[in-house]
């Protein structure tokens, strides 16, 4: 059975994306990776209107006196990358603001805590090596970017960099300096909600931010992912997302507040009791910095 519509000729008929004119207006693209994260910002968005470009809903409007489009991501790298990429050729994107939970890695940081890393990388983007005597090693023609954990060696990722025509091996992903300068001001003196620790949740600007298609959940990762990356937080969406606004030359920033300690933690996964928590946390720190940017 054929996958596509038929045209009275009989041939395949492309999909309509939307039924809704082209959006020729510049936008912030604003994204979360699930509902329970988007739905507080969904409240305050104002003269919201809605399209469907292929598997996903982008809502149009205003926020924070900005306009903006709005879409969930997709959990996962893959759904990121692809919904990412469907915004900014379907709409005039200025800047990439993502919004969410994350597990905390850094053993200085605790859960409600909001981290804005200065730059992102897959950690499962590598091989899986061999077995030997002395040890998991890769072939000879290849090399790994940081110490594995066991079998797994990390590696870059192949790009086309922005205006380049041949791609280009690269581990990092930086966040737009000019994002993470207006991001330390709008932390200073932000109110978050506390999650029940000793300490008041605080902004963590700067560091390292790890993505893979991996809920984790195991605490010998967790600790090497903080000593081979130098990690804060590690995601399922953030490094395919910055990948994405590389290659395209779009400005991309990340706010993540930690929900759990991604197996850190002495007990059951604590995602289900400060999801909530965690969600607001991180969207209160990027209503802020969107109140911040420059007016296009």
Known sequence: ?????????????????????????????????????????????????TRRIG???????????????????????????????????HFDITAVLFSGIAGGVDPNLG??????????????????????????????????????FGMIHTRGVDVVP???????????????????????????GLELENAGGELPPKVAVGGNGVSGPVFMDNAGFRDHAFA???ARVLDMESASVAQVTYANDVPFIAFRSLSDL??????ENEIAAFLSVAAANSARLMRAVLRRMPQE
């Open 262 to 267: 991604a197996g850190g933690g002495g007990g």
């Open 111 to 148: 859960i409600g805590d909001v981290v804005v890393a200065e730059r992102w990388a897959h950690y499962l983007e590598g091989a899986f090596a061999r077995e030997t005597p002395q040890g998991y090693a890769l072939p000879g023609w290849m090399d790994g970017a940081v110490a594995n």
């Open 1 to 49: 059975m054929t996958q596509f519509p038929l045209g009275p000729d009989g041939a395949p008929q492309a999909r309509r994306h939307t039924d809704l004119p082209p959006d020729a207006r510049p936008r912030i693209a604003v994204i979360s990776a699930f509902a329970p994260e988007i739905a507080i910002l969904e409240t305050a968005l104002e003269g919201a209107e």
């Open 55 to 89: 598997p996903a809903h982008y809502t149009t409007g205003q926020l924070e006196g900005r306009d903006v489009v709005l879409f969930l991501s997709g959990i996962s790298t893959v759904n990121a990358a692809m919904t990412t990429q469907a915004a900014l050729d």
């Open 228 to 230: 081979a990356f130098g």
């Open 162 to 188: 922005p205006g380049g025509d041949a791609p280009e091996s690269r581990f990092w992903f930086d966040s737009d300096p000019a994002l993470l300068d207006i991001a330390r001001l709008a932390a200073e």
